[in-house]
C-alpha cells in the first residue's frame, strides 16, 4: 500500500511557473516508477512525466522543455518543476507511483492558469 499527497497548485498567469510535490508514504517505495498525471476537464487523464528509480525520465511531448520531474529516495517525494505555463495546462494535477501490478494515485491538486 502506498500513500501519495500532493501539494503546490494554485493559479497562475500564464508564462508562470509552479512546482507541484508528492510526499509519498509505504514500503519498498525505491521499486516504484513515480510520476505525475492530469486531467483537465471533460478529458481523459493523461501522462504527463514519469520517473524510473534509476532517474530514466519519460516526458509527453506538450510538456518536452517545460516540466522537469525530480524524486528524492531520501525523503520520498517526487516534485514536478512546471514552467511557461499554458491555458492548456489547466487540471488536476496527479501524483502517481506504479508498481509491477498496481498504480497508486494521489487525490490531486488544481492547477489553473488564466490572466
Known amino acids: 500500500q502506498v500513500q501519495l499527497v500532493e501539494s503546490g497548485g494554485g493559479l497562475v498567469q500564464p508564462g508562470g511557473s509552479l512546482r507541484l510535490s508528492c510526499a509519498a508514504s509505504?514500503?519498498?517505495?525505491?521499486?516504484?516508477?513515480m510520476g505525475w498525471g492530469r486531467q483537465a476537464p471533460g478529458k481523459q487523464r493523461e501522462l504527463v512525466a514519469q520517473?524510473?528509480?534509476?532517474?530514466?525520465?519519460n516526458y509527453d511531448d506538450s510538456v518536452k522543455g517545460r516540466f522537469t520531474i525530480s524524486r528524492d529516495n531520501n525523503k520520498n517525494t517526487v516534485s514536478l518543476q512546471i514552467d511557461s505555463l499554458k491555458p492548456e495546462d489547466t487540471a488536476v494535477y496527479y501524483c502517481?507511483?506504479?508498481?509491477?501490478?498496481?498504480?497508486?494515485w494521489g487525490q490531486g491538486t488544481q492547477v489553473t492558469v488564466s490572466s
Open positions: 520517473i524510473t528509480n534509476n532517474k530514466i525520465f
Open positions: 502517481f507511483a506504479k508498481g509491477r501490478v498496481l498504480t497508486y
Open positions: 509505504g514500503n519498498f517505495l525505491t521499486s516504484y516508477t
